[in-house]
């Protein structure tokens, strides 16, 4: 009589050949490796503390301060208090500070220059130079024409939906209907300034760049083609303007 073989019991694990037993210990070895990689570059970041404020004191939140730390570049802002903390990589770099109304500020730093103050100057006034009243750049103080400028941020900041509006808001400026150019017909868009009788012919010069847009024919203005995005800044010469523009420029430009 045979002996019956016992079956053996299996135990749910599958058997691990050498191969497999390998991988395992590679795969484990690596994630050890990144884990102490990371502990590493955690040990070794440097905190930059600071506080921006003015020459006379008073703390500038909101304040953009960027530093340069070898290929890394960080960015905060101050807080109510004037405040700002950065991690850095580097224990060196290049801070720069810039807020508005203010000229910018920049200091080299290093980990044991922690905290560090930053006093910022108030920015020059820039001179306004416009080109309108005299063909030529001249200052806004330096010209007896009474010209108005709108900047960029004027323009796009705004509640009017199109040029035309944001121009009717200057005092003088008018147009020959009250419509807007998003609904009126451009015939009666005519544009005018000092009381000078606006019609659907403008009797204001309309220059982008020093290139004419009043309609050759009619003289209206398509003013939904001047995106105000697209415009620097905007220039209203109210008075005439005839000797230096011609006939089209009797009620301004």
């Not at 990689?37 to 909101?62: F, H, Q, T």
């Not at 960080?74 to 770099?93: L, V």
């Not at 544009?191 to 209206?220: H, T, Y």
């Amino acid at each position: 009589m045979q002996p019956r073989s016992i079956p053996q019991r299996q135990t749910g694990y599958p058997r691990l050949t050498k191969a497999r037993l390998s991988q395992r210990i590679i795969a484990r070895s690596a994630k050890v490796f990144a884990t102490l990689l990371i502990l590493c570059s955690v040990a070794y970041a440097s905190e930059l503390r600071g506080r921006v404020a003015d020459e006379s004191g008073a703390v500038i939140p909101g304040a953009q301060v960027q530093l340069t730390a070898g290929s890394q570049t960080y960015n905060t802002t101050s807080n109510n208090s004037g405040a700002f903390s950065i991690t850095a990589s580097a224990g060196k770099g290049m801070l720069r500070v810039s807020a508005t109304g203010f000229a910018s500020a920049s200091v080299d730093w290093t980990d044991s220059a922690s905290p560090i103050s930053i006093t910022l100057k108030p920015a020059a006034i820039a001179d306004i130079v416009i080109v309108t009243s005299e063909r030529s750049a001249t200052s806004i103080e330096q010209t007896a024409a009474n010209v108005v400028v709108l900047n960029a941020w004027e323009l796009s900041n705004h509640a009017a939906p199109t040029l035309d509006d944001a121009l009717r808001q200057v005092p003088g400026f008018t147009l020959f209907r009250r419509s807007s150019s998003l609904t009126a017909n451009p015939t009666t868009q005519g544009a005018s300034a000092r009381g000078v009788g606006a019609s659907g012919a403008s009797r204001m010069l309309v220059l982008e760049d020093g290139v004419p847009l009043n309609d050759a024919f009619g003289g209206w203005v398509f003013w939904d083609q001047l995106p105000r995005i697209a415009l620097d800044h905007a220039e209203i010469l109210r008075g005439g303007g005839s000797s230096l523009y011609g006939s089209s420029a009797l009620g301004g430009i």
